[in-house]
């Protein structure tokens, strides 16, 4: 199983960027789908999920500012950020857990930087 973040960059607040995460070895509507991210000092945490449903669920940080969402033709998830503040500097993870196996997978993250 491979997940490829992408998207990640330099913006000032109140832009936007699109996080990308490529899926390889799992299928993504079959699997919750996880976007977590971790800033400097601080602990990972759950951002956004979608569910092998369709269901969608936010911290409440984001909620209203970012949309998860999937491209099942691409085995793709991507993580929509708008009105984008300081506080969303982290670097983010995509993420899934295959729970026939019970494994936990995460890909290499992919960093963003807001500046004020």
């Given at each position: 199983v491979q997940l490829v973040e992408s998207g990640g960059g330099?913006?000032?607040?109140?832009?936007s960027l699109r996080l990308s995460c490529v899926a390889s070895g799992i299928?993504?509507?079959?699997?919750?789908?996880?976007?977590?991210?971790q800033a400097p000092g601080k602990q990972r945490e759950l951002v956004a999920?979608?569910?092998?449903?369709g269901s969608t669920a936010y911290v409440a940080s984001v909620k209203g500012r970012f949309t998860?969402?999937?491209d099942n033709a691409k085995n793709t998830?991507?993580?929509?950020?708008?009105?984008?503040?300081?506080?969303d500097t982290a670097v983010y993870y995509c993420h899934t857990f295959a729970d026939i196996v019970a494994?936990?997978?995460w890909g290499q993250g992919t960093q963003v930087t807001v500046s004020s």
């Open positions: 330099l913006v000032q607040a109140g832009g299928i993504i509507n079959i699997n919750d789908m996880d976007w977590y991210r999920r979608i569910t092998s449903g998860i969402s999937r998830v991507y993580l929509q950020m708008n009105s984008l503040k300081p506080e494994v936990h997978y």
